[in-house]
């Protein structure tokens, strides 16, 4: 079964940074991407930031220029640097893994990023 076990996460004043890592284990299919999600009280679960095969990234308009994903999705990791961190940052965040099926699509545990003013 797949695992996606995420780490990094916590509680930082506005302007500071944070790191969030995953990896994927016992994947079975071909990786297409991984990304992070997050998700706060009584909102959608929305995209942060996402690399795709061959190492095209997409970032949320809100966090262009602050946040920074790297890794491979050949290695099955994925990192988030969080800089900047303003209040509304404020969310569970999630590592996403996707194949080409549609099935082939899981999620981390989350991870609480508390951004305090």
């Known amino acids: 079964q797949v695992q996606v076990v995420q780490s990094g996460g916590g509680l930082v004043q506005a302007g500071g940074s944070l790191r969030l890592s995953c990896a994927a284990s016992?994947?079975?299919?071909?990786?297409?991407?991984m990304g992070w999600f997050r998700q706060a009280p009584g909102k959608q679960r929305e995209l942060v930031a996402q690399?795709?095969?061959?190492?095209?990234?997409n970032y949320a308009d809100s966090v262009k220029g602050r946040f920074t994903i790297s890794g491979d999705t050949a290695k099955n990791t994925v990192n988030l640097q969080m800089n900047s961190l303003k209040p509304e940052d404020t969310a569970v965040y999630y590592c996403?893994?996707?194949?080409?099926?549609?099935?082939?699509?899981?999620w981390g545990q989350g991870t609480q990023v508390t951004v305090s003013s």
């Open positions: 996403n893994v996707k194949g080409s099926r549609l099935w082939d699509n899981y």
């Open positions: 690399i795709i095969s061959g190492g095209t990234t």
């Open positions: 016992r994947i079975s299919f071909s990786v297409n991407s």
